[in-house]
């Protein structure tokens, strides 16, 4: 979970840097930051909802020497805005994250991106979207 974990972080970190998502807090999913409730200003939780692994041949090749497990992983970031805002914004800013994603993929892991329709949330008091996107990635090693 550890590698898979840094890819995310990895592109997580690089969506920081873009100018589009300074208003945004991204925190982790079951970090040591908790969520205040309501929400305040616009938020940004991110977590890794499946993980899967595969063993195989480098790009489906058979080969006696190149052998390697890809993984597989689904990460989700859950936007969430004031219910009292009424989700302004949060289709707009949903719209650039999915772009942004794909921009901050240099490794080009990534596979595919997708957003919710909005829901909300009781338990927090805000609306949310969810953006979730699909990793895909190989560990080599000789056999």
């Not at 972080?9 to 100018?19: A, C, F, Q």
């Not at 936007?79 to 302004?88: L, R």
């Amino acid at each position: 979970m550890t590698q898979i974990q840094q890819c995310v972080d990895r592109i997580v970190d690089r969506l920081k840097m873009n100018d589009a998502f300074s208003s945004v807090r991204f925190i982790r999913e079951y970090g040591n930051v908790s969520i205040e409730t309501p929400v305040r200003g616009l938020l940004a939780v991110v977590g890794i909802t499946n993980t899967s692994r595969k063993k195989g041949y480098i790009g489906g090749y058979l080969s006696s020497s190149v052998r390697g497990e890809t993984y597989v992983a689904t990460a989700e970031i859950r936007v969430y805005a004031p219910a009292d805002e009424n989700g302004s914004g949060l289709s707009e800013l949903v719209f650039e994250l999915m772009t942004a994603i794909e921009a901050a993929d240099a490794e080009k892991i990534v596979t595919s991106v997708s957003a919710s329709s909005i829901e909300f949330d009781p338990d927090v008091n805000a609306v949310f979207r969810k953006v979730e996107f699909k990793l895909e990635f190989c560990l080599c090693g000789e056999v």
